[in-house]
């Protein structure tokens, strides 16, 4: 029971908030990458299939994936 307070006491001292463990993903899972308005057309898929490769590193949220059709890093 310690141990459970130990790692919810970390958490909480870094951000000021309990962490929150929703957004995390397996990675090598599948995604799905949201494609904007501008670059498809009216009947075209809203989304692509991607693979999971881990979170951005710069700070602010976001993934990074792996796009299978064009074999490119999103």
Excluded: Q
């Excluded at 498809?40 to 993934?63: N, Q, V």
């Amino acid at each position: 029971v310690e141990s459970n307070k130990a790692r919810s006491a970390v958490g909480t001292m870094v951000s000021g908030k309990e962490p929150t463990y929703d957004r995390l993903r397996i990675f090598g899972c599948e995604a799905y990458a949201f494609i904007p308005w501008e670059k498809r057309t009216k009947l075209s898929p809203h989304a692509m299939k991607c693979i999971f490769l881990g979170y951005r590193t710069d700070g602010e949220f976001g993934y990074r994936l792996w796009d299978l059709v064009n074999r490119k890093l999103i």
